[in-house]
């Protein structure tokens, strides 16, 4: 699927009610996250993953993996427009017995690649994936799309240490730099300056990004598929809850879902 940046930038709009959509249904869940990653899902799932919704196992299909695993709801969004399940299905978020847990849950839907939740797992599982594929001699990706918040765990920096060590060009993260966590700003609760310096430092390959920027989004993908001998990532600065005026950059917003009222206000917003 290679869609061009206006059917692109069309279906981030489209994921974003989807969000809105679900959560309220939901009655709780992560907002901003995923409000602000829509861009960056809709450029992966309809134009640079190499994939197969029909066969999501397919040995040669590029991993991704989600290591912030509570952004999930809009993972969701684009496999189910990208044909991995029903849209009706999306109404069953954080139901009991949905495959659509809160936390991904590869147990109940094995096309996640791995479940996620407990922060900063993600990246190390994506770099175990990324040499495996190195040792077996394949050809895809292993993209990663971790959060800011997770940059406070040390397990995130051991995962980082050990893709250089092995020269994982094979590896593309792709850093929510939004700015938020659960209750406060990034650099009021544990300072992450000079995020892009610190990743340099240990040499990777760095690209800082505006992240609701498809342009930009699709240009930095490709470039970092290009680059050799290096694990690569994207720094995407991202507005969390993107496209609803009374969450844009409000941490508040992490971890609550809109009631009727709000979500009402949200999708006239949001309207195509
Ligand atoms: C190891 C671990 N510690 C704490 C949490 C609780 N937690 C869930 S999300 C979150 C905030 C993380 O920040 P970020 O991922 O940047 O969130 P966002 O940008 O979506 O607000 C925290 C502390 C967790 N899931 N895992
Ligand atoms: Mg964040």
Not at 60 to 80: E, F, K, N, T, W
Request: glycine share 8%; proline share 4%; charged share 25%.
């Amino acid at each position: 699927m290679k869609n061009n940046i206006k059917q692109l930038e069309k279906m981030a709009n489209t994921l974003r009610q989807d969000v809105i959509r679900m959560l309220v249904e939901a009655g709780s869940g992560h907002t901003a996250g995923p409000l602000g990653l829509a861009d960056i899902f809709a450029a992966l799932y309809f134009n640079v993953l190499k994939h197969n919704p029909k066969n999501p196992k397919w040995e040669q299909r590029d991993r991704l993996c989600l290591s912030c695993g509570h952004v999930v709801p809009i993972r969701y969004a684009a496999m189910a427009r990208a044909g991995y399940f029903p849209l009706s299905w999306l109404k069953t978020l954080r139901k009991l017995g949905s495959k659509l847990q809160g936390h991904p849950s590869y147990q109940d839907m094995p096309a996640l690649e791995h479940s996620s939740g407990p922060l900063g797992q993600g990246v190390s599982v994506a770099v175990g994936m990324a040499l495996a594929a190195k040792m077996k001699k394949q050809k895809h990706f292993v993209y990663c799309v971790t959060s800011d918040g997770e940059q406070d765990e040390g397990e995130t920096w051991e995962a980082i240490l050990c893709a250089a060590k092995y020269k994982l060009d094979n590896l593309i993260f792709i850093l929510d730099r939004n700015m938020i966590q659960i209750d406060g700003f990034t650099e009021k609760i544990m300072p992450l300056t000079h995020l892009h310096e610190k990743y340099q430092a240990f040499r990777w390959h760095v690209q800082k990004i505006d992240g609701n920027n498809m342009k930009q989004i699709l240009a930095a993908l490709n470039n970092a598929k290009r680059i050799k001998g290096k694990p690569k990532v994207i720094v995407a600065h991202t507005i969390p809850g993107k496209g609803v005026s009374f969450m844009e950059n409000k941490w508040e917003w992490h971890g609550k879902a809109p009631t009727v009222e709000e979500a009402n206000r949200a999708l006239i917003e949001l309207k195509n």
